[in-house]
């Protein structure tokens, strides 16, 4: 599964975890979306299911600023777009915060739901956090690997104690 981020560079480019992805070359930066990637959306209609792997080469992320993040996803960026299920965040930034992740922390999310734990694993080592965000939601993503339907998604929720917002 290749890795890919679509840049916006609307953020301190020292706390970009997409530049920092693009520089250890474990993810390339694009211009322009294929039709054969995953676009993790929060916004997207579908939630991201293990399945989802077998319609994609590659996994997209959309790097920009949370205070943006409504403008930028109104955009029509093609591709396949998912949304992750809830997961914690482990930055320092908005740690243990629901569904605030970085740019890694999404693309990482997405690689372990869809069955790709060394590279989620791998995208992680680069920041020192990165292990955090593992161990938070370590639970959650073995679970959401098996969920085959998104309706098993708030039951699963539900046994954690974690409200469900779509």
Same mark, same amino acid.
């Given at each position: 599964?290749?890795?890919?981020?679509?840049?916006?560079?609307?953020? /301190? +480019?020292?706390?970009?975890?997409?530049?920092?992805?693009?520089?250890?070359? &474990? =993810?390339? #930066? @694009?211009?322009? $979306?294929?039709?054969?990637?995953?676009?993790? /959306? +929060?916004?997207?209609?579908?939630?991201?299911?293990?399945?989802?792997?077998? &319609? =994609?080469? #590659? @996994?997209?992320? $959309?790097?920009?600023?949370?205070?943006?993040? /409504?403008?930028?996803?109104?955009?029509?960026?093609?591709?396949?777009?998912?949304? &992750?299920?809830?997961?914690?965040?482990?930055?320092?930034?908005?740690?243990?915060?629901?569904?605030?992740?970085?740019?890694?922390?999404?693309?990482?999310?997405?690689?372990?739901?869809?069955?790709?734990?060394?590279?989620?694993?791998?995208?992680?080592?680069?920041?020192?956090?990165?292990?955090?965000?593992?161990?938070?939601?370590?639970?959650?993503?073995?679970?959401?690997?098996?969920?085959?339907?998104?309706?098993?998604?708030?039951?699963?929720?539900?046994?954690?104690?974690?409200?469900?917002?779509?």
């Amino acid at each position: 599964m290749n890795v890919q981020v679509l840049m916006f560079k609307q953020d /301190d +480019p020292k706390k970009c975890t997409a530049a920092k992805l693009v520089k250890f070359d &474990l =993810a390339k #930066s @694009i211009k322009k $979306i294929t039709s054969r990637t995953i676009i993790l /959306d +929060p916004f997207a209609k579908q939630t991201l299911l293990k399945q989802d792997a077998k &319609l =994609a080469d #590659s @996994i997209t992320g $959309i790097d920009c600023s949370w205070n943006l993040a /409504d403008s930028t996803f109104s955009k029509k960026f093609g591709g396949i777009p998912r949304k &992750l299920p809830p997961l914690f965040a482990g930055n320092p930034v908005n740690y243990a915060k629901l569904g605030k992740l970085t740019t890694v922390e999404a693309i990482s999310g997405a690689a372990f739901i869809m069955g790709f734990h060394e590279l989620g694993k791998e995208l992680l080592s680069k920041f020192n956090w990165g292990h955090t965000f593992y161990e938070l939601n370590e639970n959650l993503l073995a679970d959401y690997e098996k969920i085959e339907i998104e309706e098993q998604i708030g039951p699963l929720l539900a046994e954690y104690g974690i409200a469900h917002v779509d």
